[in-house]
């Protein structure tokens, strides 16, 4: 797609994500209509890039019709911009701890903002797209969306959500000239972990800047890319997960902190209480302890989604060098 010129919303444009992709874009040539809940931060924004100001808050029930219509009339004062081409639904808020620490404001919160806004804005500003036949809707999801992350439980399911819709959206706008596109990010340097309320502690992966983000973004909108990984050795998470998902639980004990608890006794598993141990008799065998000895792979199918140049010895994964994937595939 033509960035040049391109009337394009963006969600969540004060900071992070949303503030290098409008810089990003701006450098296309793209005409930018820039919403966010801080005035300040998003006027600084609008100044760097050139970018029209929407000051909007997702997580209020009109907030996502107020943006809307506000970017409608913005976008038709202008001759030449008969509405929005792209939207890029990037804003987002998340929380982290247990479930049952949450209130029931911030469930609300979390799933107005990352779902139910997207979904919202989409159905307003498609319209307009589809009968031009052209335009395309991005949407921003997250690696926990397709995985899942202890203590992240509502956010997880909330971009989830979001990827299905996308998912089906595309199946239906298939033919109409209207594009959509999905970009997956890890771990990105961004004020999100601060506003959640646990800042990222963990040493690997080593938190990515946004530009590389935004990057991946501008790609996606070039080139028609329906699915985009941030970085792109994250698609192979993924789609394990998907497809073998005890798999995707083991290689999670050794490799990552995923709130997954292993077995009692494992030095892998969190702390936890010790239930007792089942003694064997005669009759019964004694349950194996998926901590002693490797585990292998149970099936062809797991092998042929081992990921180039990650050898296996003994059944059990050894680190080689980082595998590269194709940065898109089809929904």
């Known amino acids: 797609m033509r960035l040049r010129g391109a009337v394009t919303l963006v ?26 809940r801080d005035p300040a931060r998003l006027d600084a924004v609008a100044r760097d890039t050139g970018a029209l100001a929407l000051k909007a808050d997702l997580a209020e029930p009109q907030g996502p019709a107020e943006l809307a219509e506000a970017a409608l009339q913005m976008a038709a004062t202008d001759a030449d911009a008969p509405g929005i081409d792209i939207l890029i639904n990037n804003a987002g808020v998340g929380w982290c701890g247990p479930i049952g620490e949450m209130t029931g404001d911030k469930i609300a919160e979390i799933l107005a903002v990352n779902l139910a806004a997207p979904i919202e804005l ?12 052209s335009g395309r809707i991005v949407f921003v999801s997250s690696i926990v969306g397709a995985t899942s992350v202890r203590d992240e439980a509502v956010y997880s399911a909330a971009k989830a959500g979001l ?26 340097n961004t004020p999100f972990f601060e506003h959640r309320g646990r800042p990222y502690g963990r040493k690997k992966p080593e938190p990515l800047p946004a ?27 993924a789609r394990l997960h998907g497809a073998a998902p005890r798999t995707f639980a083991v290689l999670a004990h050794w490799f990552g902190d995923h709130g997954l608890a292993g077995p009692p006794g494992c030095p892998l598993a969190r702390a936890r209480p010790q239930s007792p141990q089942r003694k064997p008799s005669a009759g019964n065998r004694a349950p194996r302890d998926r901590c002693e000895g490797p585990v292998r792979l149970p099936s062809p199918a797991h092998e042929a989604l081992r990921p180039p140049n990650w050898p296996v010895t003994g059944g059990r994964p050894v680190r080689g060098p980082s595998p590269t994937y194709s940065t898109s595939r089809k929904l």
Not at 122 to 133: D, V
Not at 220 to 237: C, G, I, K, N, T
């Open 11 to 36: 969600t969540g444009g004060s900071s992070g994500i949303g503030a290098a992709t409008a810089r990003v874009l701006a450098r296309a040539g793209a005409r930018l209509l820039i919403a966010g």
């Open 211 to 237: 530009e590389q983000a935004a990057e991946a973004i501008r790609s996606a909108l070039e080139h028609d890319r329906q699915m985009v990984y941030v970085p792109r050795w994250m698609s192979f998470p």
């Open 122 to 133: 989409t159905r307003r500003l498609l319209p307009r797209m589809t009968a031009r036949g």
């Open 163 to 188: 990827g299905n819709f996308a998912e089906s959206l595309a199946h239906e706008l298939e033919g109409s000239g209207v594009g959509v596109s999905v970009i997956v990010p890890g771990v990105i």
